[in-house]
């Protein structure tokens, strides 16, 4: 079976058709369904960012709203929109300075942002959470999948609204996929996995990565133990990557 998306984004009060323009993965769920990011537009109040020295305006911003496929029937439903657990508008300050905030500008010709650009959403392996993959803002979101409810969140560049601490050496950034699993950390602690692309850390110059610095620059894979404290360190568990020194 398939589903085809050809309409364009639709607005956020309205229930379709949606857009998977910005989606990298579809997961399948443990009840067969699939699950998938489209983008709704938001007209908003003008508002101004730097990105390489240059201001730009904009007058909009996409929303993203994770849905779910079912196969079966080819019916398709919103199961939640990404603003609601992280407001466009605590976004704002970080796009003053897009060389120095570590986030991605991400700016369509008719003025509207991207602000989260989701990588990837996937069930945890008991089957209790969504893990949502933010790669413009270094941020992975976890959802309880019963109440909808943020559940925990860890980011580079959101350090106040992370649940868990990062320190220079287990942050990442322009995240892809996430795949948490539970209790195999060493004191039975859920570990979660992810793809850490590299851009946008600090001292990586992606305008010619063979001449700059490419150990900066450099993607990995990473497992990182989740604390059960609010605020405590997450540690690393695991790391792979090329070059393998940091």
Request: charged share 20%; with cysteine; aromatic share 8%.
């Amino acid at each position: 079976s398939f589903h085809e998306f050809p309409a364009r984004p639709a607005l956020r009060h309205q229930q379709g058709p949606y857009s998977n323009a910005t989606y990298h993965e579809c997961r399948v769920t443990p009840e067969q369904k699939v699950l998938a990011v489209g983008q709704h537009s938001m007209a908003v109040p003008t508002f101004t960012v730097m990105s390489d020295g240059k201001v730009e305006t904009c007058d909009g911003v996409l929303d993203e709203v994770v849905y779910e496929w079912d196969p079966t029937r080819d019916a398709v439903k919103a199961l939640f929109h990404v603003s609601d657990y992280v407001p466009w508008q605590q976004l704002l300050p970080y796009f003053r300075d897009t060389s120095t905030s570590g986030i991605v500008l991400e700016r369509a010709d008719n003025g509207y942002v991207t602000m989260y650009h989701t990588s990837s959403v996937s069930v945890s392996s008991d089957g209790k959470l969504y893990i949502v993959s933010l790669r413009d803002i270094n941020t992975v979101l976890a959802i309880d999948r019963s109440t909808l409810e943020r559940a925990w969140m860890v980011s580079s560049t959101l350090a106040t609204n992370s649940t868990f601490a990062l320190s220079e050496t287990t942050k990442f950034y322009q995240v892809h996929a996430a795949l948490p699993a539970s209790k195999l950390g060493p004191g039975g602690e859920d570990v979660l996995a992810l793809m850490d692309d590299g851009n946008e850390r600090e001292g990586c110059d992606t305008g010619d990565i063979s001449e700059s610095v490419p150990t900066l620059c450099a993607s990995r894979g990473l497992g990182l133990t989740l604390p059960t404290r609010v605020g405590a360190h997450a540690q690393t568990q695991l790391e792979y990557s090329t070059p393998s020194t940091w």
